[in-house]
């Protein structure tokens, strides 16, 4: 197995584990050895994250395990962020991207890691936070995000993404933004149906669709 596969594995592991502190030592064996910290991230942290949702999903796991795992993934990424800020290409005007958990979903981990890599990619990041009430993506809007993204983790909360492209469109921003949805019960169609203009499954799909937008 190659060293990439076999850190990547670690850092899988240690999240599975709920290992604040493996995950950290294998954030600073990264950095020592000089390996793919976004490689690191994508396909360790994020994959240990994703194990552990679908754990959840089948009640093998519950809520404060999956809490923990979330823990100790940002405990791992705390640790490269300042590596990677230093590799991110940077732009004198950074293209500016709003992200949060609707309001009334609480859930915040997916959110999370699209929020970590878009930073990675050099996206200027606001992050909202959960439980977001729409008239803070429409003040985000209006104070220069060119990208409103909403992540909806409940079939219950995720009509508020509906109602955020009408409010969008009352406050006349609807039209100086793009609107990027994602989370569990999300799907193109449902973007196609409220008027979003992109969907994405997953992080890495978020940071291809969002550079694309703006190139």
Avoid at 163 to 174: D, F, H, P, S
């Amino acid at each position: 197995m190659a060293a990439q596969e076999e850190l990547n594995q670690k850092g899988k592991e240690a999240v599975m584990n709920f290992d604040d502190e493996a995950a950290e030592e294998v954030a600073k064996e990264c950095i020592k050895t000089g390996l793919d910290p976004v490689s690191l991230i994508q396909d360790g942290f994020t994959a240990g994250m994703n194990a552990v949702g679908d754990q959840f999903e089948k009640g093998i796991v519950f809520l404060p395990h999956v809490i923990a795992a979330s823990d100790a993934m940002s405990a791992g990424v705390k640790i490269l962020t300042p590596v990677l800020e230093k590799s991110a290409l940077k732009t004198e005007a950074k293209n500016t991207v709003a992200i949060g958990t609707i309001e009334g979903d609480i859930h915040s981990i997916g959110k999370d890691i699209v929020a970590t890599m878009l930073k990675i990619a050099g996206f200027h990041v606001i992050d909202l936070g959960r439980d977001v009430p729409i008239t803070s993506y429409v003040e985000a809007a209006k104070n220069g995000a060119q990208i409103i993204a909403s992540s909806a983790l409940m079939t219950t909360t995720m009509v508020l993404q509906m109602k955020l492209e009408e409010q969008l469109k009352e406050a006349g921003v609807r039209g100086k933004v793009k609107t990027m949805v994602g989370g569990a019960p999300a799907t193109q169609n449902w973007a196609d149906k409220i008027g979003a203009d992109i969907y994405a499954e997953d992080s890495s799909e978020a940071v291809i669709k969002c550079k694309a937008f703006f190139n």
